[in-house]
């Protein structure tokens, strides 16, 4: 047997706080084939991320590799020089983040930040890169690949982001790739084409793979075999079709057993109820681009509307226009009946308050320098106008609303928070201000599904407790299915169907919904492979959507 690419031996990784060491990572063997790909799996917390970046020989601050072995292709990558390093990583071993917001340079162009790993390292020269960017841009289905390059990442939409990231871990076409969520972001449709495309450059070039993800359903397609972690211990590694088919620890089962979670159907919207939140006939655009077009549906009390469709439809930026952050060109947005200012410069203090956002991305929505309370108590101040022992109170009382105990968490930093808790205090964040109607923008995207379920869970708690209104935005169905009461479905700008969750459920529906619909993952390893075959896709490379 050829000798493994990647060679990891009782590792052990701690991290620190206040003085202290505490453990992360207990003693966990990996080994990785050229070719193969390792699906890392398990809840928030487990230690995936920093498991996968051990594998490059890399760790955050504040925190160390204390024991083990790591070689990559017979180097140690724990005694290597930081010259050998420094020429193995971006060349021979890349990583494709969860965050790609946090990732880019705001202030460089995708396709000059695309360049820079294969023209410093000699594989390609800039000229030949660009080309190559851009062709990699066109697999993995981004909108006008020869030129969306000379954007900056805040002109792209996050799905977007996270595709011109991957392109860039795969243009020096690396031995090894770690993707860390690297699908989180995405739509499902654009789900298809971003692991059709990875999956192919692994087939292609005999790449290997740690898959890191939440998503049992996306990991069956990627990963030759899984490895389960639990708060830094191994539960169990096998092969795919046996670990889907047989786990044997009860751990593994009940990640296989999560998304149990279904709000019951709600009584019918009482004829003339004025809703909290009506989009009526809203056109928008950035600059002179159209982005909106006569987009309606309306919001009422104590009731969810999830906003589907893929990257690019429309979804958020109805969502800036009713927050006023993106004043509309046409149409009007109304409050309990009441037209709304277009802009939020406008809208009185009360307006303001009335209408909260929670964002998908609590690693950048949240300020690192603040403590939670701090973050928390800001909205407090500013909305209720309280302070001193009034306002330290109040956040302590949303803390508890959150399930996060004020003694322990009030003077955290969000560094020192998990994914799912960071999400949290964003709820709260937004509960702080009292408001009638929240937007819930992709909140759970980033979350492994036992935390995200834990969030939906809390979300429809505080809607029943406190007769709050949701527009929830999201690609996952799955989502829909748990939260929604109605959906509103989108593409290029407009709504295409709308209505009552079981009838998004139910044929026959729109062809747009009926394509969202069967492009849902399951727990089948060949279900990729099955569904590119029914559209028509020779190579997994291919871009399926053209064909549907």
């Known amino acids: 047997m050829t000798e493994p690419l ?19 990572i207990n003693g966990v063997d990996l080994t990785l084939a050229r070719g193969e790909v390792l699906g890392l799996i398990g809840e928030s917390g487990a230690g995936k991320s920093t498991l996968g970046l051990a594998a490059m020989g890399y760790t955050r601050d504040g925190v160390r590799i204390s024991d083990g072995t790591i070689e990559f292709d017979g180097i140690d990558l724990l005694t290597a020089s930081a010259a050998v390093k420094r020429e193995l990583l971006g060349k021979r071993i890349a990583y494709v983040a969860q965050s790609a917001a946090a990732s880019f340079n705001p202030a460089h162009r995708l396709i000059d930040q695309h360049v820079e790993g294969p023209s410093q390292h000699g594989v390609m020269s800039r000229a030949e890169s660009e080309a190559d960017g851009m062709e990699l841009y066109r697999k993995l ?9 000379f954007r900056y990442p805040h002109q792209v939409s996050g799905g977007q982001l996270q595709r011109a990231m991957t392109a860039m871990a795969m ?28 999956r192919d450059i692994v087939d292609q070039f005999g790449t290997a793979a740690i898959y890191i993800t939440h998503d049992l359903a996306v990991v069956a397609q990627m990963a030759d075999r899984i490895k389960v972690l639990l708060k830094g211990d191994e539960v169990e590694t096998a092969d795919t079709r046996t670990m889907l088919d047989a786990p044997t620890q009860e751990y593994t089962k009940s990640l296989w057993a999560v998304r149990s979670f279904e709000r019951p159907a709600k009584p019918a919207i009482a004829t003339g109820a004025v809703p909290v939140i009506s989009v009526q006939n809203v056109d928008a655009s ?29 979804k958020s930026t109805t969502a800036r226009c009713i927050t006023g952050l993106l004043p509309p060109k046409s149409g009007q947005i109304l409050l309990d009946g009441e037209a709304l200012p277009a802009s939020y410069k406008k809208r009185s203090k009360d307006q303001l308050r009335q209408v909260q956002m929670i964002y998908q991305m609590a690693d950048t929505a949240l300020n690192p320098r603040m403590s939670i309370g701090q973050i928390i108590a800001r909205p407090v101040q500013f909305y209720l106008g309280l302070t001193g022992a009034a306002k330290r109170k109040r956040v302590d009382q949303l803390l508890e609303q959150i399930e996060l105990e004020p003694s322990e968490y009030y003077n955290r930093l969000p560094s020192e928070l998990s994914g799912g808790q960071k999400q949290r205090v964003g709820i709260a964040r937004a509960l702080a201000a009292e408001p009638k109607f929240i937007i819930c923008d992709e909140v759970t995207s980033a979350l492994d599904q036992l935390v995200a379920e834990g969030i939906l869970r809390l979300l429809a708690k505080l809607q029943d407790d ?46 747009y919904t ?10 089948d390893p060949d279900w990729l492979t099955n569904l590119l075959k029914e559209r028509g896709v020779d190579n997994v490379g291919d871009a399926a959507v053209d064909k549907m």
């Open 6 to 24: 990647l060679k990891m031996r009782g590792v052990k990784i701690e991290g620190r706080s206040d003085e202290t060491w505490n453990p992360i």
């Open 141 to 149: 289905r981004l909108p006008n690949p020869d030129e969306i390059g």
């Open 171 to 198: 243009s020096c076409r690396p031995d090894l790739i770690v993707f860390d969520e690297p699908t989180t972001a995405l739509d499902v449709t654009t789900q298809i084409e971003v692991l059709s495309a990875i």
């Open 286 to 314: 950035y600059g002179s681009t159209p982005v909106l077009h006569d987009v309606s549906f309306d919001m009422h009390e104590g009731r969810t509307v999830a906003v589907v469709g893929e990257s690019g439809s429309g």
């Open 466 to 511: 406190l007769s709050l209104s949701y527009m929830f935005i999201t690609h996952d169905l799955a989502t829909v299915r748990a939260i929604a009461d109605e959906v509103v479905v989108m593409k290029d700008g407009r709504v295409v169907e709308q209505g009552p969750k079981v009838d998004m459920f139910t044929p026959p529906h729109h062809a």
């Open 514 to 523: 009926d394509l969202l619909l069967s492009s849902v993952p399951e727990m």
